[in-house]
């Protein structure tokens, strides 16, 4: 767990992404200074989650424990603010030496895999890593991973995704298949 509240802290410790970039307001107007995602006040927009994969909490919730072991763990921190949104994942305890997908979610997670929704996508029906946010990632000899995401477009406090999603495979990226990512993993849902 020591590593894993090192780069929660460290990710705290980060700031928001980028300078301040003008934006509009919820009526469509600019307000100097503001960025889109901040709320009226101009602060960003945060949201994490974390915990170790459990089959009862569904803050952070196992679907597939052959491959979220036991004692498996995840970070998740998305920042908003200046034109950009930038997310981290860390995982700990899944497999060895394996390809993961992953993805932000539009809902909270739940008892059931699909509770999560479809994967949350910033422009309606463009599944791409430019819309969505895809958070692929290769374990290391102890199941441990990492990845970011930098997308150039802002959050706000009406559309914000619930989840992220570990999924069993990763992301097809072309094809008729594009953005698929096999069965759900483990679900943490963000706060």
């Known amino acids: 767990m020591p590593a894993l509240l090192l780069v929660l802290l460290t990710a705290a410790c980060a700031g928001p992404p980028g300078p301040a970039q003008d934006a509009t307001n919820a009526k469509g107007v600019a307000s100097p200074g503001q960025s889109p995602g901040e709320s009226p006040g101009g602060e960003p927009i945060k949201l994490t989650g974390a915990g170790e994969f459990t089959t009862d909490d569904t803050s952070?919730?196992?679907y597939d424990r052959k491959l979220a072991p036991e004692g498996s763990q995840a970070s998740v921190t998305v920042e908003s603010s200046g034109g950009q949104t930038r997310t981290s994942l860390v995982v700990e305890g899944l497999l060895p030496n394996r390809r993961y997908g992953s993805h932000l979610h539009v809902n909270p997670c739940g008892k059931k895999p699909e509770a999560a929704g479809p994967h949350f996508q910033h422009h309606t029906g463009q599944i791409n890593p430019s819309s969505e946010v895809w958070l692929?990632?290769?374990?290391?000899?102890?199941?441990?991973g990492r990845s970011t995401s930098r997308n150039d477009w802002t959050l706000t406090q009406a559309k914000l995704p619930g989840s992220l999603v570990i999924h069993s495979d990763p992301t097809v990226t072309s094809g008729?298949?594009?953005g698929e990512a096999g069965a759900r993993v483990a679900?943490?849902?963000l706060k």
């Open 176 to 178: 008729p298949k594009v």
């Open 187 to 189: 679900c943490l849902t």
């Open 136 to 144: 692929d990632l290769t374990t290391d000899a102890e199941g441990a």
């Open 60 to 62: 952070a919730i196992v």
